[in-house]
């Protein structure tokens, strides 16, 4: 099968978030599986000097170069926040990419695109490449990373898409006044997709659908969810350079010696016997850090450590500081991105925590299985499809009050050492790797053609 991977940020190119990572590693995947897969993405300021590159074994990676809208240091936005011009950018960005097709004659089966930036591909495709004898057979496939982010312009700027005025109304692209390219990937898409099977439901509710809710029911026939891969090359004990003491599940008792260098490397009192909860994430309200504010007093009282990084609202920077402050014993507030220390974490720690009031997939529970760390964390979207009571904690209402019980159950079971023995040994035989998901992805490629 011949697939076009098109997306607007890809691993080891350009990165924001976890959007990047996917379109980096599932070509790979796709190719070891046999398939011929190209990618199509902006030719950023940071991938300059480039006009093609390769990936995998012979993935070709083709840039789209248009110095106005692409030699910029941001991927979407400066200090000011978002590009101005950001729906010329993309649509340039995803008329190019069709028009690329035809010059390499590259006759794809599938065209993947990847949230609200490659959207237009569809509607072009549809509206006006389609009649084109090169595109007809071409099937696109829509990957939604996160709702939350659509593509919303004024509705005035629409001429400048060079689509039929007629589609931009309920029943197109039109959105509240505005235009949604995200809406129009929808709608145009042959198939959609989300990150995990459970937020490919979450999506279909006003809760969770920002909006989109009633369009997603129409398409429920034509909306999956696949749950996104992990990269053990990157993230495995046995192998990681930023870690101690290499482990795997064979030698499971070495993973102390990892849990002795986070708690020094964090001025922590260093003992076996103390839970460290690790914690890696944006401080951000959907990340969890509400409930978590309001039960850190209560959770700092029962005798565990907790070890903190990242970044984000400065909000949870200053209710960390101020409770590092309060529990210089208890607490490793670490408010920076720092990749070393995040490998540290998932290795030293006994308990991960990741109480996300929403999370379409997640990668932090997955890597934290991985290590032998047992995954404490609320039930939705892909860590309700990772976590269960066999490899994890799980709570069901969204309280602060329903974390610290759980926080405490957790911390219960880690002192029975068979319990929790048979949870790291659960956790580490847990299998997310990107072929699994690759191979679901061929499923859906085919349900499309």
């Not at 029911?217 to 290499?246: C, H, M």
């Not at 890696?280 to 969890?288: D, F, I, M, N, P």
């Not at 979207?381 to 610290?404: C, H, K, M, P, Q």
Request: glycine share 10%; with cysteine; hydrophobic share 40%.
């Amino acid at each position: 099968m011949k697939i076009a991977m098109i997306a607007s940020e890809v691993v080891p190119f350009a990165k924001t978030g976890g959007l990047a990572d996917v379109a980096g590693a599932l070509p790979v995947a796709l190719e070891a599986l046999g398939h011929e897969v190209i990618i199509i993405m902006p030719g950023y300021k940071c991938a300059k000097g480039r006009s093609s590159s390769v990936v995998g074994k012979n993935i070709k990676v083709y840039f789209v170069e248009n110095d106005l809208y692409f030699n910029r240091d941001g991927l979407y936005m400066d200090k000011q926040g978002d590009y101005k011009d950001n729906l010329e950018r993309f649509a340039f960005f995803c008329r190019r990419s069709l028009e690329l097709l035809k010059e390499i004659n590259f006759s794809a089966d599938i065209l993947h695109l990847h949230d609200w930036q490659a959207s237009l591909v569809s509607v072009y495709l549809k509206n006006i490449y389609a009649r084109q004898p090169f595109y007809g057979k071409m099937k696109s496939i829509l990957t939604i990373h996160n709702i939350g982010y659509q593509g919303l312009f004024p509705g005035e700027d629409f001429p400048k898409l060079g689509l039929d005025k007629g589609i931009f109304n309920i029943s197109g692209l039109e959105f509240y006044g505005k235009i949604n390219l995200l809406k129009g990937g929808i709608i145009f898409s042959d198939l959609i997709n989300t990150v995990s099977p459970t937020y490919a439901l979450e999506i279909q509710e006003h809760k969770f659908g920002f909006g989109l809710e009633g369009l997603l029911k129409q398409r429920k026939n034509e909306l999956s969810g696949i749950l996104n891969g992990l990269d053990y090359t990157i993230w495995d004990p046995a192998t990681d350079k930023f870690i101690a003491r290499n482990f795997s599940k064979e030698n499971i008792g070495d993973k102390a010696y990892d849990k002795e260098d986070l708690q020094k490397a964090c001025s922590l009192p260093v003992g076996n016997e103390i839970p460290v909860l690790g914690i890696v994430s944006r401080l951000a309200e959907q990340k969890g850090f509400d409930i978590l504010s309001e039960s850190l007093d209560e959770i700092c009282k029962m005798g565990a450590e907790l070890v903190i990084l990242g970044v984000g609202n400065l909000k949870y920077h200053k209710i960390l500081q101020k409770a590092a402050k309060k529990y210089p014993e208890t607490i490793s507030l670490n408010l920076k991105f720092d990749d070393p220390l995040a490998h540290k974490i998932y290795a030293g720690s006994d308990i991960f925590l990741m109480p996300s009031s929403y999370e379409p997939c997640g990668l932090g529970q997955m890597i934290a299985l991985r290590y032998g760390t047992i995954p404490l964390v609320f039930k939705t979207g892909g860590l309700a499809d990772t976590i269960n009571e066999d490899n994890g904690f799980v709570f069901s209402r969204y309280t602060g009050g329903e974390l610290v019980k759980t926080v405490k159950r957790c911390l219960s079971a880690f002192k029975d050492k068979k319990v929790w023995g048979s949870l790291m040994s659960n956790a580490m035989r847990s299998d997310f790797s990107w072929e699994a998901s690759a191979r679901k992805y061929i499923q859906l490629y085919d349900k499309a053609k």
